[in-house]
């Protein structure tokens, strides 16, 4: 087992076939369960009932996220076209909070977005005006769509934060699964001389069996990222076969076996073997 153990090289999880130059990487990220995922962000619909902002933007910060604040047309359209698809929230039409609001300074808009305020603004015809509501005034801020004039961004309007006529969205960032997946490495071998090399197609696994036994996962990205967001787990094996066909090759699901101890403790029965498409990978304590 030692010379699995001598040297490491920091698992990357890119392979290019020879010759390929490579190209703009597109990171793979996930959201918490109940959160819907989109590109780098993740949103929660708060549809269980019409409420103020600061009820909406206290909401949104119990579970973890904050009021949702477009950053874009295209992030809010996808947002439009997710609450059309929920009948809780009947229609956007009739507007839901975002976390933008000129309560300190009057006219002076602040959007409270992870990382800075964009800058992003898309306002409907005449607003901000902070004429409605001439008691309260109209000091934060709500979206919706106008089907009549044909506007497919939502457009913005100030309220009063008072107003409990509105749903609300919260949002947070999404795990990048990429940089979590960089904590692990892969055993290798120098004992022949020379530069390290790793060695793939082995793992650990139980003897007599020695094959993995673990959950289907999509990819060794999700398997690092699941065994690094466990705190018991120390490494992991990931194991996928390709079905070939006369013209094709198709990657399956793969299986994840996660770990809670590694090569330097391992347990009684477990050996490391070598098996066509399983690899074994390590939490690297000085990432």
Request: proline letters at 4%; charged letters at 25%; glycine letters at 8%.
């Amino acid at each position: 087992m030692g010379k699995y153990l001598i040297g490491y090289f920091t698992l990357l999880l890119l392979r290019f076939s020879p010759g390929c130059s490579g190209g703009e990487v597109q990171a793979d990220h996930a959201c918490p369960t109940g959160w819907d995922n989109h590109l780098t962000r993740c949103y929660w619909y708060l549809d269980t009932q019409k409420v103020s902002w600061d009820r909406a933007n206290e909401d949104c910060q119990d579970i973890g996220g904050y009021l949702y604040v477009p950053s874009s047309d295209v992030e809010g359209i996808f947002v439009q076209q997710a609450l059309e698809k929920r009948d809780s929230f009947a229609s956007i039409s009739e507007g839901i909070w975002i976390g933008c609001d000129d309560k300190k300074d009057e006219g002076t808009i602040i959007c409270h977005e992870e990382g800075g305020d964009t800058g992003y603004r898309h306002w409907a015809f005449e607003e901000p005006n902070d004429s409605w509501n001439l008691i309260w005034g109209e000091d934060c801020i709500a979206v919706y769509t106008d089907r009549p004039n044909n506007s497919v961004v939502p457009l913005w309007n100030d309220k009063a934060c008072n107003d409990v006529w509105y749903h609300a969205v919260c949002e947070r960032s999404a795990t990048n699964l990429y940089t979590m997946t960089r904590k692990f490495q892969m055993p290798s071998d120098t004992t022949t001389g020379g530069t390290a090399r790793v060695i793939p197609d082995y793992c650990l696994v139980k003897q007599p069996d020695l094959k993995p036994k673990g959950t289907q996962t999509a990819s060794l990205i999700r398997c690092a990222a699941s065994c690094a967001n466990d705190s018991e787990c120390e490494a992991f094996n990931f194991f996928r076969k390709l079905q070939r066909n006369s013209t094709t090759t198709r990657k399956l699901k793969g299986t994840c076996q996660k770990l809670t101890f590694t090569t330097k403790n391992i347990e009684s029965g477990f050996v490391m073997t070598p098996i066509d498409g399983c690899n074994y990978y390590e939490l690297d304590c000085r990432v």
